[in-house]
């Protein structure tokens, strides 16, 4: 995500920053630099502009200019302009007067509704709602087929009434119909088109004045780049789009759509999907998203997969083994299972701060194989072995590798790295119970 423009805007930037002072001549480079990787990255040709001219006219300011730090004091600049572009603050879904909230999703054929009106009942469930699908799609060849297939996955119930009824008639009865057993909120998939057409765009019209839904969200394709841009322009002028969700945003390099679309059309990006599992749908937090991007990461995004995947009882329970030394090859299995859970690696590494252009800048590939690798080797030792890696000697290394297809010194290079990982747990617990950890710490280890 972002990969492009993250990597020119960080080549600009850095160089303001290895200077010890800058100068208005300093500052016009680096914003001629900036500006030139906006417009490569697909950003509009006037949110480039304008984004240049609010970074510039505020680093040439004095008080900036004679800071000790005048490089890092114009890159907090840009990160709160890039902030203030993607829409300033993140912008929870509405809520009625009175319940059900109706979610209508609406856009172009092949923009992912139908995934994303299912990984959107996902996300909402997990957070204690108990919502419908309404397949309103009745155009598309095995459109309701795919929602209800969608919805046995996930559990989650579809309402449809088939391919030869009114669209307008099924999301009015399966409003009707979730209202009577209390479902709520109800997600109504609507028909995409290859092109932006006067009957379809009634139809939604039609639909929305039966309905009168909560949120109207239009599903946009980031890939697209300006396209997203201008469909998202059309939608707005004859339905009230409440807020996007941007697809794809895992295949888009440049990610000029996400950067351009607030500013465009005031319309603010509610979701991003970053996958193609049920799960990899997120919230949109302008702020994260903009720290991304100058790479700073995304620890508070981290933080919440990796909340999403264990309980406080187990984390307390790990957290109290690795404090007593007692972290043990079959805590490392369990936690590789729930990391594998909370994404693709390189995505995950993206979310640590410096971590992603590193990974870049090495050319490194890091795939789910690598999981697969360390697993096959844990899993071909008995439990007496992971739970004691010491008495693993050169027969039992063997012994290991013939059972994992690996190698004998690949296995020895697992070990020697866990018990790196080891003797730093132990450390970590030793300043823990000589009360010596830092005292801004998420966790209390006393």
Do not use: C
């Not at 004045?209 to 841009?229: F, N, S, W």
Request: hydrophobic share 40%; glycine share 8%; net charge neutral.
């Amino acid at each position: 995500m972002f990969e492009t423009l993250s990597d020119r805007l960080n080549a600009s930037l850095g160089k303001l920053n290895r200077k010890g002072r800058l100068t208005e001549a300093d500052v016009d480079e680096a914003m001629r630099e900036v500006r030139r990787a906006l417009l490569e990255a697909d950003v509009n040709f006037k949110v480039a502009k304008d984004f240049v001219t609010a970074v510039r006219e505020r680093a040439v300011g004095q008080d900036v200019l004679k800071s000790l730090t005048p490089g890092q004091t114009v890159i907090g600049i840009v990160n709160e302009e890039l902030i203030q572009m993607l829409g300033a603050e993140r912008e929870p879904l509405n809520q009625p007067d009175r319940p059900p909230q109706i979610i209508m999703l609406v856009g172009l054929q092949g923009s992912g509704k139908t995934t994303h009106a299912a990984k959107l009942a996902s996300h909402l469930r997990k957070e204690g709602r108990n919502p419908v699908l309404v397949a309103g799609d009745v155009y598309r060849p095995a459109a309701i087929n795919q929602l209800q297939t969608l919805g046995k996955q996930i559990n989650i119930s579809v309402f449809d009434e088939g391919t030869q009824a009114n669209p307008v008639d099924i999301a009015r009865n399966g409003v009707a119909w979730a209202r009577e057993r209390g479902l709520n909120p109800v997600i109504i998939d609507t028909a995409g088109r290859l092109q932006i057409d006067e009957r379809m765009m009634q139809e939604l019209v039609d639909v929305e004045r039966a309905v009168q839904p909560t949120e109207v969200l239009l599903v946009a394709d980031a890939m697209t780049g300006q396209e997203a841009v201008n469909v998202a322009e059309t939608f707005s002028q004859r339905l009230g789009i409440t807020g996007l969700i941007m697809t794809k945003m895992d295949g888009d390099a440049r990610g000029g759509a996400a950067l351009s679309i607030r500013a465009v059309t005031g319309v603010p990006i509610k979701f991003i999907g970053t996958g193609e599992k049920m799960d990899a749908l997120e919230p949109f937090y302008p702020q994260r998203l903009a720290s991304r991007i100058l790479g700073m990461g995304d620890v508070l995004s981290l933080i919440e997969r990796a909340q999403e995947q264990t309980t406080e009882e187990d984390a307390m329970k790990l957290q109290d083994r690795m404090v007593r030394g007692k972290f043990n090859l079959e805590d490392f299995l369990d936690q590789l299972q729930k990391v594998k859970k909370m994404g693709p690696l390189n995505q995950l590494l993206e979310l640590i701060p410096g971590m992603g252009a590193q990974l870049r800048q090495a050319k490194a590939q890091i795939s789910d194989d690598d999981y697969k690798q360390i697993e096959a080797i844990i899993r071909s030792m008995t439990p007496a072995e992971r739970r004691n890696p010491h008495i693993i000697d050169g027969r039992r290394r063997r012994r290991i590798a013939r059972g994992s297809g690996t190698s004998r010194e690949e296995v020895s290079q697992l070990l020697k790295q866990f018990t790196e990982m080891q003797k730093m747990m132990s450390q970590f617990g030793n300043m823990a119970k000589k009360g010596k950890m830092p005292k801004n710490l998420p966790f209390d280890l006393d």
